[in-house]
């Protein structure tokens, strides 16, 4: 349960710690204009996983543990061992902050004549072995005027090794920009540990991609307790990793999906249709004998895919979606599901758009087959292979040999042979698909 924070004092003020510090914020920060004590010009070592991803950043933060660069004093890096606790609201608007820096981003990613990639917000940052929790309020507003430049936006992020909590409400609003990319609780470093027992909002009409809660490395866990809803366009995937974190959803996630095509100019990512999930994987090839935990929704996710003549006919929606990205090796990694909640997707507008419960592989650039596993899988009973949309994939070997399926409502009669489905192009262009296991699975009736 959230604090009161009715009549906390103002400030404008960001506040700061070093390596080590300990910080406990119980005011209401608003920042708005950026200044020498809120604004830092930010290099990041191995921060982020994406190519053009990490490097140096102009960034504006409202709480935040950083220690000058030990090559460049005018530089900072996010600071170790910190402790940052929010106890108040930290609001950051960012518009006058691309104002006074949009000179000064790339244009592209071998523009060596700008120094920065992108302009930054956080509300909280810091770095390795940080602990970072809210239990008030931290919003970004999006009012930039410019929509053109690149903008990046955090709520809470650290590295290695550290642990984010959200025990109160995350907020993301405004109109934003089809170069706007919207993060909530991301740790970009190996071995998070990210939880959210509180709420999130992200209410914002233009965005290129969405993670809410999100690692792009190895090892740790994300378990979202709480409420998580998103209105918006772009790319959303909701809660995600890249390889063998843990990954559980147990609260809720709402995803109103406002689907429009994107033209992506970020030089780290590829050009897709859109998309939206509650759960997923978007994973390079780990090594030999990587053990990947299976990804478990235990609680209640909705996503409404809203098409448009924006959206194009490719516009699709998933609760829990796994996509391989291409490497030298092969993926080798055995991925696993289970579902003991609620997944509802459904779809609207001009266009009959493809939606499932479990999406494989739907927009991996080629050919790109992994050895997957239902464990567990609850529905909702109807003609799965009229609906085809409980399981949809392009190219994956499916393990159906130990899978329970509880299905509430509907006739019973079911076959396994119906629960997934490659989809028509896949099929065309050869991909590769098996379903091994169907004679052994069980189905169970649910009340």
């Given at each position: 349960?959230?604090?009161?924070?009715?009549?906390?004092?103002?400030?404008?003020?960001?506040?700061?710690?070093?390596?080590?510090?300990?910080?406990?914020?119980?005011?209401?920060?608003?920042?708005?204009?950026?200044?020498?004590?809120?604004?830092?010009?930010?290099?990041?070592?191995?921060?982020?996983?994406?190519?053009g991803m990490s490097g140096r950043n102009i960034c504006i933060y409202g709480m935040a543990a950083i220690v000058p660069d030990k090559n460049d004093p005018d530089i900072m890096n996010v600071a170790e061992n910190a402790t940052l606790v929010n106890d108040g609201i930290i609001e950051i608007y960012v518009n006058e902050m691309v104002e006074a820096y949009k000179d000064q981003i790339k244009a592209n990613k071998d523009d060596e004549s700008k120094p920065y990639n992108f302009i930054r917000a956080y509300t909280m940052v810091g770095g390795r072995n940080c602990l970072i929790v809210n239990n008030g309020i931290l919003r970004i507003h999006l009012d930039q005027v410019d929509e053109k430049v690149p903008v990046y936006v955090f709520t809470t992020s650290s590295g290695e090794k550290a642990t984010v909590i959200n025990n109160g409400v995350l907020e993301l609003v405004g109109k934003g920009s089809f170069e706007s990319q919207l993060r909530c609780m991301t740790i970009h470093s190996h071995t998070p540990m990210i939880i959210n027992n509180g709420q999130i909002n992200i209410d914002v009409e233009k965005s290129s991609t969405i993670r809410v809660l999100a690692t792009t490395k190895t090892g740790g866990a994300i378990c979202n307790f709480g409420e998580i809803n998103v209105t918006s366009s772009g790319k959303i995937m909701?809660?995600?990793?890249?390889?063998?974190?843990?990954?559980?959803?147990?609260?809720?996630?709402?995803?109103?999906?406002?689907?429009?095509?994107?033209?992506?100019?970020?030089?780290?990512?590829?050009?897709?249709?859109?998309?939206?999930?509650?759960?997923?994987?978007?994973c390079p090839?780990?090594?030999?004998?990587?053990?990947?935990?299976?990804?478990?929704?235990?609680?209640?996710?909705?996503?409404?895919?809203?098409?448009?003549?924006?959206?194009?006919?490719?516009?699709?929606?998933?609760?829990?979606?796994?996509?391989?990205?291409?490497?030298?090796?092969?993926?080798?990694?055995?991925?696993?599901?289970?579902?003991?909640?609620?997944?509802?997707?459904?779809?609207?507008?001009?266009?009959?758009?493809?939606?499932?419960?479990?999406?494989?592989?739907?927009?991996?650039?080629?050919?790109?087959?992994?050895?997957?596993?239902?464990?567990?899988?609850?529905?909702?009973?109807?003609?799965?292979?009229?609906?085809?949309?409980?399981?949809?994939?392009?190219?994956?070997?499916?393990?159906?040999?130990?899978?329970?399926?509880?299905?509430?409502?509907?006739?019973?009669?079911?076959?396994?042979e119906d629960f997934i489905v490659q989809t028509d192009d896949a099929k065309e262009q050869g991909q590769t698909y098996s379903v091994t296991g169907a004679e052994t699975v069980k189905i169970e009736t649910l009340d």
């Open positions: 349960m959230i604090k009161n924070l009715d009549n906390l004092e103002q400030s404008t003020e960001a506040i700061r710690c070093g390596e080590g510090g300990y910080l406990v914020n119980k005011k209401h920060i608003i920042i708005r204009k950026p200044s020498k004590d809120n604004v830092m010009d930010l290099q990041e070592y191995d921060a982020e996983v994406a190519q909701t809660i995600g990793r890249m390889a063998d974190t843990h990954l559980m959803n147990e609260g809720k996630v709402n995803l109103d999906f406002k689907a429009q095509w994107v033209k992506q100019n970020v030089s780290f990512l590829f050009q897709s249709d859109p998309l939206a999930c509650a759960l997923y994987e978007h090839p780990g090594p030999e004998g990587f053990i990947m935990p299976p990804v478990i929704n235990d609680g209640d996710i909705n996503v409404e895919l809203e098409g448009s003549e924006a959206s194009t006919d490719r516009a699709v929606a998933f609760g829990i979606y796994t996509e391989m990205i291409p490497g030298n090796d092969p993926h080798t990694a055995l991925h696993r599901y289970v579902n003991t909640g609620n997944i509802n997707v459904t779809s609207s507008g001009p266009y009959d758009l493809l939606t499932a419960e479990l999406g494989i592989n739907y927009q991996a650039p080629k050919d790109l087959p992994f050895d997957a596993k239902i464990l567990r899988w609850n529905t909702v009973g109807r003609d799965f292979a009229k609906t085809k949309d409980l399981i949809v994939a392009k190219s994956v070997n499916m393990d159906f040999t130990d899978a329970v399926f509880g299905i509430k409502g509907g006739d019973g009669n079911y076959k396994a």
